[in-house]
């Protein structure tokens, strides 16, 4: 153990010699760059960005460029970055961690490396906790880059997309973490390219970033809606709708449990609907009810796939053991279809359409970096997830700052009692007093009991921004006591007031150790900044939360021992302040374990996320004729449906269920019967089904009236019946998820099972995807385009010349509609039924 902390110690004044080396070849262009005037200096901009295009990396251009940050810095905001400053800007370019205690000028630091990556010109996220300081670090170094040529833009939730799309377009974008993750997940379900708002993800840099990359990692993002009451009615409906269907309505495939309508039972569904066209890309969420509805009543059945409990509760049968299975819903709408076969409620469900955690999102960054005053206890957790070292960066100024050792109550009375007496004190002779705590609660009380005791002070929540920093930054004036949760007023330098040094400076006493020893230190540093005195002395008591949890048995039993009154018992020693940094490395232990997880799950989405988003984004930027994809689509559900029924030993068997399928979702009814079937093997299947449905693909295309139109149907299609699937398989991934755990206790690893069951589901979702783009093109009954009229010397209408293209068809004019029904046959001669023909 040794032997590491003086190995990790070396590394660390090995890497502190090089940054320091380099920040001095930075300084070495201080003079050069004090002698340029204003135009010339602003000029450097462009200099640096035509360098970088003719091959100069941007390590090459730092040293000059960091200068030039300095030298403007200077002239615009009146700051001059340190020497340590320069340090920590290293870093920050070479996407690690600079670990920068409170008050060394962080957000100063990071206008070096910001500037230098925009020069790029792909794009610089600088990612903050809130949009109050997003605001307020954009207003006030927003200043000094655009006098150096920059453009910056600010990334608001309140933003419209057009907006926003400006923002991001900008060389650096100010944005709080939620907003650009959330974004992301929303330009990944547009179906437009135009309507996407970012660029491809270049650098970030995010301020407090322990707070978003470790404290948040264990919250995913997610854009979900609740499951409207319509839906439950479409439900219904649908369910009404198909028990009206007789046997030969429907095509059931028996061997792999599919069903489909035949042409007699798409009528009747259009009949019930009042749909022209039960195929039209617009009603392609009402045949997923549909489908539903019918594996429900006529595939699912009672008692052997699911049993209904005595509270109306539908429960899956397990098929191997029997059991009923607590918990556990069919996915994609199945169960819902037979919570209305069975006339139970219908459970509302929230879908979720798009879901990432922060740590996938932030590793798709080319570069990450951040910065914090407290990252070196999780400096395993960075490098491991994010590849990212942390890097201590001494502080400008020795720290004056006396840390006492913690103070130990036996109850929470004994211990707020003394909590309040030490503030008064304080505040009675002027020495500004912070009160950091852990839950909203402890505020509360502190403050009712500083009120009792006659001490005005502030609270602080955390739930108004603006009016958060304000208090902050008054916490450090002469007679100041501020209460404030742990968290809060992050970002927020606290100054000191006049004659407070003599007093002691800032003092800040924490309530309660949190989980975390980081957030410990992040309260602790508010006091001391730039070589400021202060003093830092945190209160606990056998009844606080981490004491109760992980309090040591040997403190305890000392207490029993000596069995000292309440009312004035206290220990203070070295020694509990190591116990209870070891019960905290135990919580950080368990919190990273938690947050691992997360992250072992997520990985297996993240990967069938990045299939899907690049697919996506193909089809949405495809200037060119889909029809390849789509063929290549229909081919392989003729293979993959023809290769399934195959191991079918009964052969007519076989070529009855293929007729099915062709019947069902491939061809017209009349185009293929049981005898260009029989006889033939599978590969010859195949390329009989293939050709048929390729020369009904070009007739159904013809009909649209030019290549424009071909190509927006086909991303329609494909986008429509992708985003639906993707959506049900999301939230069947996390249903399998809540199953997969318990399979824990047979010795199994979950995440294993997890990992093996979620890639047969993608690839069975990826057939799901092909089957339903092949059944909706095939069956789709694309309206034919009239064609602008020609000149008025032809004697003929549009209409006329559409109808003479059609074997057999007749002028319009010599046909009485009237008497037709929608479902007959149109008596134009062109062999389609009324309502697909001239009844539109």
Known sequence: MANMLRTLIENDKGELRKLDKLAKKVE??????????????????????????????????????????????????????????????????????????????????????????????????????????????????????????????????????????????????YTTNSEVGFDYLRDNMVTRKEAMVQRPLNYALVDEVDSVLIDEARTPLIISGAQSTDISKLYDLADHCVKGLSEED???????????????????????????????????????????????????????????????????????????????????????????????????????????????????????????GTAKTEEEEFREVYNMRVIPIPTNRPIQRIDNSDLLYPTLRAKFRAVVEDVKRRYEKGQPVLVGTVAVETSDLISKLLVEAGVPHEVLNAKNHAKEAQIIMNAGQRGAV????????????????????????????????????????????????????????????????????FGSDRIKALFEKMRLDEDDTVIESKMLTRQVESAQKRVEGNNYDTRKQVLQYDDVMREQREIIYAERYDVITAERDLGPEIKAMVKRTIDRTVDA???????????????????????????????????????????????????????????????????????????????????????????????????????????????????KMFQDMIGSIEFDITRTMMKAQIHEQRREEVPSSSHTSATANIAAQTPGAVEEETIDFSDVDRNDKCPCGSGKKYKNCHMR
Request: hydrophobic share 35%.
């Open 645 to 759: 029924h195959a191991r079918v030993n009964n052969r007519q068997e076989v070529f009855e269920a293929i007729l099915n399928f062709a019947q069902m979702s491939l061809l017209p009814e009349e185009e293929i019967t049981l005898s260009d079937l029989e006889g033939k093997k599978d590969a010859e299947i195949k390329a009989l089904l293939f050709g048929k449905a390729m020369t009904h693909y070009d007739n159904q295309i013809s009909k649209l009236r030019d290549e424009e139109s071909l190509k927006e149907f086909q991303k329609v299609l494909i986008l429509m019946v992708v985003d639906n699937h993707w959506t049900e398989h999301m939230n069947a991934l996390d249903q399998l998820r809540s199953a997969v755990g318990l399979r824990g206790y047979a010795q199994n690893n979950p995440v294993v099972e997890y990992q093996s069951e979620g890639f």
């Open 250 to 372: 429907y095509i059931i495939d028996i061997p792999t449990k599919t069903i489909g309508l035949s042409d007699s039972g798409i009528d009747k569904v259009e009949s019930y609907f009042k749909l022209d066209n039960l195929y039209d890309l617009e009603n392609v969420a009402l045949t997923h009810f549909i489908d539903n509805a019918l594996r429900a009543n006529y595939i699912m059945t009672l008692d052997i796939d699911y049993v209904v409990s005595p509270n109306k509760e539908i429960l899956i049968v397990d098929q191997f053991t029997g059991r009923t299975m607590e918990g556990r819903r069919f996915s994609d709408g199945l169960h819902q279809a037979i919570e209305a076969k069975e006339h139970v409620p219908i459970q509302d469900e929230s879908k979720t359409s798009a879901s990432i955690t922060y740590q996938n999102f932030f590793r798709m960054y080319k570069k990450l970096s951040g910065m914090t």
């Open 482 to 549: 501020t209460i404030a949760t742990n968290m809060a007023g992050r970002g927020t330098d606290i100054k000191l007031g006049e004659g407070v040094r003599e007093l002691g400076g800032l003092c800040v006493i924490g309530t309660e150790r949190h989980e975390s020893r980081r957030i410990d230190n992040q309260l602790r540093g508010r006091s001391g900044r730039q070589g400021d005195p202060g003093e830092s002395q945190f209160y606990l008591s056998f009844e606080d939360d981490l004491m109760r949890r």
């Open 28 to 173: 070495s262009y201080e003079s050069a760059m004090a002698a340029l005037p204003d135009e010339e200096l602003q000029a450097k901009t462009s200099e640096f960005k035509a360098r970088y295009q003719a091959g100069e990396t941007l390590d090459d251009l730092l040293p000059e460029a960091y200068a030039v940050v300095r030298e403007a810095a200077k002239r615009v905001l009146g700051l001059f970055p340190y020497h340590v400053q320069v340090m920590g800007g290293i870093v920050l370019h070479h996407g690690d961690v600079p670990e920068m205690r409170t008050g060394e000028g962080k957000t100063l630091t990071a206008t070096m490396p910001v500037y230098l990556n925009a020069l790029s010109g792909e794009g610089v996220h600088v990612v903050t906790v809130n949009e109050y300081l997003s605001e307020r670090d954009a207003t006030e170094m927003g200043e000094l880059y655009s006098w150096l040529g920059l453009s910056v833009g600010i990334n608001l939730a309140a933003k419209s997309s057009a907006e926003k799309r400006e923002a991001y377009n900008c060389d650096i974008t």
